[in-house]
């Protein structure tokens, strides 16, 4: 029988090719993918986290996780689909306009998707209306709004106010370097991650 923890261990190394013949021969065993993903991938990832937040593990192994964890995703994701299995949450995740840095923007999706929610990546130099056209088209529960830049937080508070003002019921949650827990209460977001481990739990506070 395909050994799930070994799946995770995989994806907390980094192990694409482990990770995808122990997810394939999970499923060919008839594992349902729900299980698959859950103590397999969510469980390193997951880990990975942890230890990201404890500064145990730095960027380039989240990077690296969450690369072995995209390329079973890719086994795994329709026969999810065909098993009915629910994301945790529907999010959508941009960098706010005249903003171009994604990297911080792109560890969060990693992070969400690890954890299981469904994420639209909508890029960078995202505008207000995008933002609250893209939280229409995909239902999202809950916005992610990145800033690096000082002089692009006002973009912030625009989108906030924007995505308030459309009446949509997703939650808002705002991060990125110059961003604090102030500023958010400031522009009225509903949620402040520091880093992208901290904004899965965030995220999941927020569908509640
Ligand atoms: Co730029 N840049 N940059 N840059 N850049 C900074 C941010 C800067 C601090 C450098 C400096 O001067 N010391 C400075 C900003 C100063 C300020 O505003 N106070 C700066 C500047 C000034 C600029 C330009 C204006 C430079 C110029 O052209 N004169 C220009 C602006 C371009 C633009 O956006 N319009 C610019 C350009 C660039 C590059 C294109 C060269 C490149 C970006 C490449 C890319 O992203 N694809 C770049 C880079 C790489 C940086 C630094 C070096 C690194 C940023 C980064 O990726 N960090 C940065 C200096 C630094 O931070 N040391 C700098 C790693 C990343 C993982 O961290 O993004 O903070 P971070 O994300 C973290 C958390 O913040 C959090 O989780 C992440 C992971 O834990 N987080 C969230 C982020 N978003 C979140 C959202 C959430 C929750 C948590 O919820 C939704």
């Given at each position: 029988m395909a050994d799930l923890k070994a799946l995770a261990d995989a994806v907390i190394k980094g192990d694409q090719k482990t990770a995808m013949e122990i997810t394939t021969a999970a499923l060919d065993e008839g594992t349902a993918p729900g299980t698959v993903l859950e103590d397999g991938l969510i469980a390193g990832m997951n880990y990975i986290g942890v230890r990201f937040k404890a500064n145990e593990v730095y960027i380039p192994e989240v990077l690296i996780a969450a690369r072995a964890m995209k390329m079973a995703m890719e086994i795994l994701e329709p026969k999810l689909a065909e098993a009915g299995v629910k994301p945790l949450g529907r999010a959508i995740v941009g960098t706010v306009a005249g903003d171009l840095h994604d990297i911080g923007k792109n560890l969060v999706i990693m992070m969400l998707k690890g954890a299981g929610f469904h994420v639209t990546?909508?890029?960078?130099?995202?505008?207000s209306d995008q933002f609250v056209e893209q939280a229409k088209a995909t239902n999202a529960q809950v916005v992610g709004l990145s800033a690096l830049l000082t002089t692009t937080m006002p973009a912030m508070e625009q989108a906030v106010k924007a995505l308030k003002d459309s009446g949509i019921a997703a939650k808002v949650m705002i991060g990125g370097a110059p961003v604090t827990q102030g500023y958010a209460d400031k522009i009225g977001a509903d949620g402040y991650a520091a880093d992208a481990a901290s904004a899965v739990d965030i995220a999941k506070t927020l569908l509640n």
């Open positions: 990546d909508i890029g960078v130099d995202v505008s």
